[in-house]
């Protein structure tokens, strides 16, 4: 069982920057890849980033790819999403997410823990 705490959401303008951080406790944190998606209400989750557990391989969202950035740290047991340039449509709820292979992936149904989710508002 993994549990995963994710934190740094809040409202931002457009053009400013954020950062989530997800903790994860329960299992061997490199032996996991990660994951940041997002949902809006009335829409399906969307895939953001994906980490290897080595953190050599990451995928990014051609939505957000040159604005965000997904890292790990692996002795801390930790995962980041920096978010540069945001836009309102970036506005959702982010959720952090952990596969129990090492791969990273990047459809939702691919995760076997997630976290309880963290709002980014970004207004105009």
């Known amino acids: 069982q993994v549990q995963l705490v994710e934190s740094g959401g809040g409202l931002v303008q457009a053009g400013d920057s954020l950062t989530l951080s997800c903790a994860a406790s329960?299992?061997?944190?490199?032996?996991?890849?990660m994951g940041w998606f997002r949902q809006v209400p009335g829409d399906e989750r969307e895939f953001v980033a994906a980490?290897?557990?080595?953190?050599?391989?990451?995928y990014h969202a051609d939505s957000v790819k040159g604005r965000f950035t997904i890292s790990r740290e692996n002795a801390k047991s930790r995962m980041y999403l920096q978010m540069n340039s945001l836009k309102p449509e970036d506005t959702a709820v982010y959720y952090c997410a952990a596969r129990s292979g090492s791969f990273a992936r990047t459809k939702p149904g691919d995760y076997d823990w997630w976290g309880q989710g963290t709002q980014v508002t970004v207004s105009t």
């Open positions: 980490i290897s557990g080595s953190g050599a391989t990451t």
């Open positions: 329960g299992r061997t944190f490199s032996s996991s890849a």
